[in-house]
């Protein structure tokens, strides 16, 4: 982690000591984006050019124990009740997002990690692992950070993760200060108990070009990316009016158009950045033809060839009878009681 990324955390946790309890034991759910973000202004701190907006999956997410380790060497880690060898890209990259937290050079984390994400379902569990990370040294030692506070931690372990604190609809703001202290996610006062998402696998294969490297390659070569800052303004605030107005035609519109815009920028980098495989293709042409005979479906996609449907609950058997291997997910379904 860089030295720009420590000094946001010294800001953060100023005056605040580093005692550490037994253990501590958090939850933080996946999300996925409505309006997308891609690319960074600043690469250090995740620091993104435009905000986003997500819904967060509920159950489907990160849960996360974080201890002091007794051991020496290298900090101790499970993920799904399997040990983790330390040269694991996950391990790696969670050891370096906890050196901005050691408290002393040979302070050693146990961390064990459980995702209701399922690995297969082409759903990102960065986001819901950072955010989770996060909670879980706040809740260790005891700091009692604010939502914001965590939002801004979380993200400089992956930029998504700046959304996966709350519930809901959650807005990241894009902020325009240099140390990131105005770049922060804050959930909606909307709830759409009737919404479904999705999950159509294409294929669990890990992607070729991560999203840190692609963002990149778009922003240095997309002769496009100039448009995509007042697109995303656009959509955002159409978004809004959407969530505003409870009318789920306009929310698809806007969520299956941003997505297809963000995908065409990848197409227009050098080298090309396609994700699409021949079944997400196809995938899509059965939405199209499906909502041309009247189903309220509209599809989003991130940096891989997986499909995530939108739709409501009330055309959930017609969805499933398209896509038999439908996963699907309600946002809201711990909060009916709300
Ligand atoms: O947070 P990252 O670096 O994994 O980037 C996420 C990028 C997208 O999933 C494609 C879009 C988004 O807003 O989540």
């Known amino acids: 982690m860089s030295g720009a990324a420590r000094q946001v955390v010294a800001r953060v946790l100023a005056g605040r000591g580093a005692q550490a309890r037994e253990s501590a034991t958090v939850y933080a759910p996946a999300n ?14 995740n620091l993104p050019v435009t905000g986003s907006l997500s819904i967060s999956l509920g159950p489907l997410g990160s849960h996360v124990t974080l201890g002091r380790w007794a051991g020496a060497a290298d900090d101790a880690m499970w993920l799904n009740g399997e040990v983790l060898p330390a040269e694991s ?6 050891s370096a997002y906890l050196d901005l937290f050691r408290p002393a050079a040979d302070f050693r984390f146990e961390l064990r990690a459980r995702n209701t994400v399922p690995t297969a379902a082409g759903f990102a569990s960065s986001a819901s692992g950072f955010a989770a990370l996060a909670k879980a040294v706040d809740a260790l030692f005891g700091w009692g950070l604010t939502e914001r506070e965590l939002s801004i931690l979380a993200r400089l372990g992956s930029g998504s993760a700046a959304r996966s604190l709350a519930d809901g609809f959650v807005e990241w ?21 009737e919404l479904r998402v999705g999950a159509l ?5 890990e992607k070729a070009v991560g999203s840190r490297a692609g963002m990149r390659q778009t922003v240095e070569t997309c002769e496009f990316y100039r448009e ?13 009016g959407a969530l505003e107005k409870k009318d789920f035609a306009a929310l698809g519109a806007v969520a299956e158009g941003n997505a297809l815009a963000m995908h065409a ?7 090309p950045l396609v994700y699409a495989l021949p079944e997400t293709v196809a995938a899509m042409r059965s939405i ?5 005979a009247g189903l309220a479906l509209w599809f989003t996609m991130d940096a891989g060839p997986n499909v995530k449907l939108l739709f409501e609950a009330k055309d959930e058997a017609d969805v499933r009878a398209l896509f038999p291997g439908v996963q699907v997910v309600a946002p809201f379904a711990g909060e009916d009681k709300l």
Do not use: C, N, Q
Not at 89 to 94: D, E
Not at 174 to 181: I, K, P, Q, S
Not at 228 to 240: C, I, S, T
């Open 173 to 193: 703001h894009a902020g325009v200060a240099a140390d990131g202290m105005d770049s922060f996610a804050e959930r909606l006062a909307v709830t759409w108990p």
């Open 288 to 292: 199209w033809a499906a909502r041309g």
């Open 228 to 240: 995509w800052p007042a697109r995303v303004a656009r959509d955002l605030a159409d978004l809004k």
């Open 32 to 45: 996925i984006a409505l309006v997308k973000y891609w690319g960074k202004r600043d690469e250090a701190l």
């Open 89 to 94: 890209s996950f391990a790696r990259r969670a």
């Open 201 to 205: 696998v294409v294929s669990a294969a």
């Open 265 to 271: 920028l990848m197409a227009a980098t050098r080298p």
